[in-house]
């Protein structure tokens, strides 16, 4: 799903919360749908940064692929501390077709050392075989040096490890060029409200377009748009 034929066609997958968004999004003609761990997380009533039980997420990414017919990636963030063979039986057993793993401690706000996080994808990535896409996140614009050298590096070694698609969340727009051109697999771009439009983001090279949480953000300034309209 990931290959094109135009530059300016990118896979597009909103990031969903629930049953009920799946089902809009899902009705709307997308082809596959990713969930938000920051957006579930609120749903249930914790906080983003793996606050949220694992029981809870994989309970919540199993209602999400069984009101919908497309398939559905899931965001688990950094694993919640299961091992590779626990992430992947729990993410086939809630019906998940792949899944985000970010390189970041969110106890710490740090990126992890980056070999020591490559031998632990590969682990997950031999669990997985061919029954899961791993989008490796890279959160060195996040948390690192912001730099396209070590973006870069990280995704290469990830891709060695047995990643299927590198996410360089946060990658400036100018930049992106830059990584996808020096990475030899599928590059994940993040599409913010007042950024480049999913079209433009393919154009610069993205060959996959998630949004994060700002759908489930845009959904609860509709509701309070609402709430003002009763008051």
């Known amino acids: 799903m990931h290959q094109r034929e135009e530059a300016a066609s990118p896979l ?29 997380a609120a749903v249930l009533g914790h906080e983003d940064g793996g606050h949220t039980p694992p029981d809870e997420m994989f309970a919540a990414i199993a209602r999400i692929t069984r009101a919908v017919d497309v398939p559905v990636t899931a965001d688990i963030e950094d694993g919640y501390g299961l091992s590779p063979r626990e ?9 998940a077709v792949g899944c985000n793993l970010e390189d970041s401690d ?13 031998d632990w994808l590969a682990e997950v990535s031999v669990e997985a075989g061919d029954r899961l896409v791993v989008n490796a996140r890279i959160d060195t614009f ?24 590198v996410y360089p969340i946060l ?16 590059v994940n771009a993040l599409c913010l409200p ?38």
Request: glycine share 8%; with cysteine.
């Open 12 to 40: 597009v997958i909103p990031n969903v919360w629930d049953a009920v968004s799946a089902r809009v999004f899902a009705g709307a003609g997308h082809a596959a749908l990713a969930t938000s761990s920051a957006a579930v």
């Open 87 to 95: 992430i992947v039986e729990r993410l086939l057993e809630a019906g």
């Open 106 to 118: 969110p106890a710490t706000g740090q990126v992890k050392d980056a070999d020591r996080h490559a």
């Open 142 to 165: 996040l948390f690192g040096d912001g730099s396209v050298e070590s973006a870069v590096k990280r995704a290469r070694r990830y891709v060695e490890a047995g990643a299927d698609v």
């Open 171 to 186: 990658a400036p727009s100018e930049l992106l060029p830059d990584i996808v051109a020096c990475v030899d697999c599928p």
């Open 194 to 231: 007042d950024g480049p439009t999913p079209a433009e983001l393919g154009a610069l090279g993205a060959m996959r377009v998630t949004f994060g949480h700002t759908l489930h953000r845009r959904a609860t300034n509709a509701l309070l748009d609402i709430v003002s309209d009763l008051a």
